[in-house]
């Protein structure tokens, strides 16, 4: 059985990745663990949000709307379990069960190998991800939040920034064909 | 039977997982239910990985030392140059442990100065996964005392209130949280109002009348009424003072470094607390605060 294969989709063939078994379990923990940990030792980067990374990544390499998805709200349960009481079950999990979706399905049809591809996405999700809690927090929790703020694009950038290098750490625990 | 399209069973799955996820929410709200049992699931699993964390960060920070000073000891045979660079090595590491133990010398003596107060100390082990929230995990819980809304304090002030507390460890709510709010009064004025979060650094007084008197640097302490924080703990500064359509916006900076946390105590009581005089002293005239003004619990209310 090959590791990857190939989807075909007229002209286009995109390559779907598995990873060794355990890393994306092991990668799902050490980066909900690291995101706990950066506020105590490393101040000011609470704007980082590495569960959401790792669920882009894994969207866009599985390139499976359906395993995407799961994992997306796997992790956005787990963060919103570790966030405390007063951030409810399903805030996180709505925003990153989306954003998996999404990944994966862009990840399907366009090759998003690209440190520049990345760049842009990972971009375009986090806002997507602040986006969809907000409406989550406005129509279901009835609490008043901002749509924009000036944390949002700074959040963008700096979390693009971090993917593009974390991306290609990522990429060595993919198993080779 | 038709077959469903593959890109209709992920369709079906996404609404499917997503109108769980609402009716989760939901839920949670009809039923102020906190789906404590999954929490409980996820902090067994993340929690012994962050405390190997800290232990492991504690140990890279001593090899990170230790590894320079050998190599200032190494160089120190061959020249008096560096021998001097070794020595100017050890004066920075001999400066961090002073500080590092100035730090739980301050613990101590506030533990020394409260001795006959009920208080678990504890360690600083995680944060909340997320901006979502302001809260810190510790690392002690159920085992040790630790139960929820139990006041959690520095020496130089609150810090929050336990809002879960697990077997092992507990988490902290800070008062920089949205959610969060302590019973609170003016020393000079002896106004009393809630003071809370807003997800800044800064907390703020709500509920203070625009035709009451509030000036910026005045102290602010617990005033007891929220039942959890004993009277007299300090809480913060007032740093600006705005007029409202009602109420004054007031903003306050906290006592406590809450971005800086790394050990907290816990009270098991609610007895009223001193805190050193010697650091109001130093803060006081720089923040015009009358010297004749006290911040700290009267001695009467100290003893047990």
Do not use: C
């Amino acid at each position: 059985m090959n590791d990857t294969f190939e989807l075909r989709s007229g002209d286009t063939h995109i390559e779907v990745h598995k990873f060794f078994p355990g890393a994306i379990a092991g990668v799902t923990i050490f980066a909900l663990v690291l995101q706990a940990a950066f506020p105590v030792y490393v101040h000011r980067l609470d704007f980082l949000d590495l569960p959401l990374l790792i669920t882009i990544y894994f969207g866009l390499s599985r390139r499976n709307p359906s395993t995407g998805l799961l994992l997306g709200t796997t992790i956005g349960l787990l963060q919103d379990s570790l966030s405390g009481p007063t951030v409810p079950l399903g805030l996180y999990g709505i925003a990153k069960t989306v954003v998996g979706y999404l990944a994966s399905s862009i990840g399907a049809r366009l090759d998003t190998e690209h440190p520049l591809a990345r760049f842009a996405l990972t971009a375009g999700f986090f806002v997507l991800h602040q986006a969809v809690m907000v409406l989550t927090r406005r129509l279901l929790l009835a609490q008043p939040e901002a749509w924009f703020n000036m944390h949002l694009v700074v959040g963008a950038a700096l979390n693009a920034v971090v993917a593009v290098p974390l991306f290609l750490l990522l990429d060595r625990l993919r198993r080779s064909s | 039977m038709v077959a469903i399209p593959s890109r209709h069973r992920s369709l079906a799955l996404l609404a499917g997982v997503l109108l769980a996820q609402i009716l989760l929410l939901a839920v949670q709200i009809k039923r102020d239910s906190r789906g404590r049992l999954i929490r409980v699931w996820a902090i067994s699993t993340v929690t012994p990985f962050e405390r190997v964390g800290a232990w492991s960060v504690g140990k890279v920070r001593g090899v990170w030392h230790h590894y320079f000073a050998l190599q200032g000891t190494s160089r120190e045979n061959e020249t008096l140059r560096t021998e001097n660079d070794a020595l100017k090595l050890s004066i920075a590491q001999l400066q961090t442990k002073a500080a590092e133990a100035d730090r739980l010398g301050a613990l101590l003596n506030f533990k020394t100065l409260n001795e006959k107060v009920a208080m678990v100390g504890a360690r600083v082990i995680g944060a909340s996964a997320g901006t979502a929230s302001r809260t810190i995990e510790i690392d002690r819980g159920e085992r040790d005392g630790i139960r929820r809304n139990q006041p959690v304090i520095t020496p130089d002030g609150a810090v929050g209130k336990v809002i879960e507390a697990y077997r092992d460890s507990a988490q902290v709510l800070l008062l920089t949280d949205k959610d969060s709010g302590i019973g609170a009064m003016l020393v000079n004025s002896r106004i009393q109002s809630p003071v809370g979060g807003t997800g800044e650094p800064m907390l703020t007084m709500k509920y203070v009348a625009n035709d009451d008197t509030v000036k910026a640097g005045e102290k602010i302490v617990t005033s007891g009424m929220d039942k959890i924080f004993p009277r007299d703990v300090p809480v913060g500064t007032v740093l600006e003072v705005k007029q409202g359509n009602t109420f004054k916006q007031i903003r306050v900076t906290p006592a406590a470094n809450l971005d800086r946390l790394e050990e907290v105590f816990v009270l098991l009581t609610q007895a009223p607390l001193e805190f050193q005089k010697e650091a109001e002293a130093e803060s006081a005239p720089a923040q015009s605060v009358p010297a004749e003004t006290p911040v700290t619990a009267p001695p009467a209310a100290v003893k047990p």
